[in-house]
């Protein structure tokens, strides 16, 4: 980390930091408040996750993130920016969501440009599988919506053809059908680079329907 993300932990971190030992949010007690919840797995740097908090002030925020540069680059942009309805976890996703995140309790669940393991022999690894959609589906409430977005049209293809068959979802688009980006993503550095070299970006949303 840099010195500026050092700091950033020392003055930051008590606002906008949450543990797993700290075990299941109360999310009112937590944020002050009755919103809807948009939790986001591998926000990266942070720089979207910053603007969607600042850009949906009706709407609360968890980013989760196993790096801790990445972290503490949010977390000094959201002090900076005066955010309050933000909270990040610096931790692996599938304990935050077994030990922290309540049944039902997530809205928008989003998953921007995650790895894609591109070699076959580790597209085991791809956070995308069924067990996990079914296990995120749990933690959805009914309605809320599971957004995929990425730039490796082989692993768009691999989340369609998961989401397609996981029970308890429907494609918003229609079956097999790719989404218009959302005017809620913004674009990021990655993603502007990725259209300045000829990329494509597939977006994915898919409700829980039970």
Same mark, same amino acid.
């Given at each position: 980390?840099?010195?500026?993300?050092?700091?950033?932990?020392?003055r930051?971190?008590?606002?906008?930091?949450?543990?797993?030992?700290?075990?299941?949010?109360?999310?009112?007690?937590?944020?002050?408040?009755?919103?809807?919840?948009?939790?986001?797995?591998?926000?990266?740097?942070?720089?979207?996750?910053?603007?969607?908090?600042?850009?949906?002030?009706?709407?609360?925020?968890?980013?989760?993130?196993?790096?801790?540069?990445?972290?503490?680059?949010?977390?000094?942009?959201?002090?900076?920016?005066?955010?309050?309805?933000l909270?990040?976890?610096?931790?692996?996703?599938?304990?935050?969501?077994?030990?922290?995140?309540?049944?039902?309790?997530?809205?928008?669940?989003?998953?921007?440009?995650?790895?894609?393991?591109?070699?076959?022999?580790?597209?085991?690894?791809?956070?995308? !599988?069924?067990?996990f959609? !079914?296990?995120?589906? !749990?933690?959805?409430?009914?309605?809320?919506?599971?957004?995929?977005?990425?730039?490796?049209?082989?692993?768009?293809?691999?989340?369609?053809?998961?989401?397609?068959?996981?029970?308890?979802?429907?494609?918003?688009?229609?079956?097999?059908?790719?989404?218009?980006?959302?005017?809620?993503?913004?674009?990021?550095?990655?993603? !502007?680079?990725?259209?300045?070299?000829?990329?494509?970006?597939?977006?994915?949303?898919?409700?829980?329907?039970?």
């Open positions: 980390m840099t010195d500026g993300q050092i700091r950033a932990f020392e930051w971190w008590p606002e906008y930091g949450l543990s797993l030992f700290d075990g299941l949010i109360d999310q009112e007690t937590l944020f002050g408040r009755k919103a809807p919840l948009v939790v986001e797995v591998g926000f990266g740097m942070g720089e979207s996750l910053v603007a969607m908090a600042l850009n949906e002030p009706d709407k609360d925020f968890i980013g989760i993130e196993v790096h801790p540069p990445g972290v503490g680059r949010l977390i000094n942009s959201a002090g900076e920016a005066g955010v309050k309805n909270r990040v976890y610096m931790a692996d996703a599938k304990d935050v969501l077994e030990d922290c995140i309540p049944d039902s309790g997530i809205n928008r669940m989003q998953l921007y440009f995650p790895d894609p393991w591109h070699k076959k022999k580790h597209h085991k690894r791809r956070i995308v !599988q069924p067990e959609a !079914q296990h995120l589906r !749990q933690k959805i409430a009914i309605g809320g919506i599971f957004h995929m977005a990425t730039d490796w049209e082989p692993y768009a293809e691999h989340m369609m053809e998961v989401m397609t068959l996981a029970e308890g979802y429907c494609n918003h688009q229609g079956e097999y059908v790719f989404a218009e980006k959302p005017d809620y993503r913004p674009n990021t550095k990655f993603e !502007q680079r990725g259209e300045r070299l000829g990329h494509g970006v597939w977006d994915l949303l898919f409700e829980r329907v039970d």
